[in-house]
């Protein structure tokens, strides 16, 4: 799991330093996987390549807005300061993983980022695309919004399809989609709200947060269940 590197107080200590809220790493253990953090390393193509290589599965965490130069736009002035150091360790690690065919969750700022790395743009304040702060109420709180579930999408196959109801905490959103992606699920208004490969590889992105919602585990274990796959075949090629 990728995390946050921000300035961030522990007693009498105020310093930058790498860290993931703890339901992250609860979902990820209670679907029974192992959970590892990455912090932004430099060298980012070079380090990526190491790291993945003693990993079965990648998940792509909430956090800052990505820098709107990486989709060839102009920086809204809503847009969060640029975490460069992020973006460059987040997209090295998703190339990596696809390279690899390694299974990935992208959630929140992880599917902006997959998509800004699949060739797409992003809505960088959306109540101004669409009119309503009803995905990011402010003070830490997550607002509940419902979004509905493509039939037969891979999603679906986790937590059924038809309605939903997740929990929100952004304000940028996909503008026009990625190379390669299928929508699954999105709200009333048309947001996109969820993505995965066309292809057979083991990409979900949701642009809520499962690990708010105990039920929403389910995402967690799909792709536990899918590293799983991928370590066995991992050890098989390594037989052969």
């Given at each position: ?8 107080k ?6 930058r330093?790498a860290?993931?809220?703890?339901q992250y790493f609860?979902?990820v ?5 192992i959970?590892v953090?990455?912090?932004?390393q430099?060298?980012?193509e ?11 599965g ?9 820098d709107p ?5 102009e920086?809204?002035p ?21 390279a ?7 959630i929140?700022?992880?599917l ?12 960088q ?7 309503t ?15 509905e579930?493509e039939?037969?999408s891979r ?21 026009r ?9 999105r ?7 969820a993505?995965?490969?066309d292809?057979d ?6 642009q ?5 919602n ?5 995402l ?11 370590a ?9």
């Amino acid at each position: 799991m990728t995390t946050y590197l921000e300035q961030a107080k522990q007693g009498v200590w105020d310093v930058r330093a790498a860290f993931l809220p703890q339901q992250y790493f609860d979902a990820v253990t209670a679907s029974g996987g192992i959970a590892v953090l990455l912090p932004p390393q430099p060298g980012a193509e070079a380090a990526a390549g190491v790291v993945l290589e003693g990993l079965d599965g990648l998940i792509l965490t909430g956090g800052l807005d990505v820098d709107p130069a990486l989709y060839g736009a102009e920086r809204h002035p809503l847009t969060d300061p640029a975490r460069p150091d992020r973006d460059a360790w987040e997209l090295a690690l998703f190339r990596g993983a696809e390279a690899r065919r390694m299974p990935v969750l992208a959630i929140c700022r992880g599917l902006q980022l997959v998509n800004v790395a699949r060739g797409g743009t992003l809505h960088q304040h959306l109540p101004e695309a669409l009119g309503t702060e009803r995905f990011r109420v402010g003070g830490g709180v997550f607002a509940v919004n419902e979004v509905e579930v493509e039939r037969g999408s891979r999603l679906a196959g986790l937590v059924g399809d038809g309605a939903l109801d997740v929990h929100s905490y952004h304000h940028q959103g996909v503008d026009r989609l990625g190379e390669g992606l299928v929508v699954t699920a999105r709200t009333d208004d048309g947001l996109v709200q969820a993505f995965e490969s066309d292809g057979d590889g083991y990409l979900v992105g949701v642009q809520w947060h499962p690990e708010e919602n105990r039920e929403d585990r389910r995402l967690f274990a799909g792709l536990v269940a899918e590293a799983s796959v991928y370590a066995a075949s991992r050890h098989e090629g390594a037989l052969a």
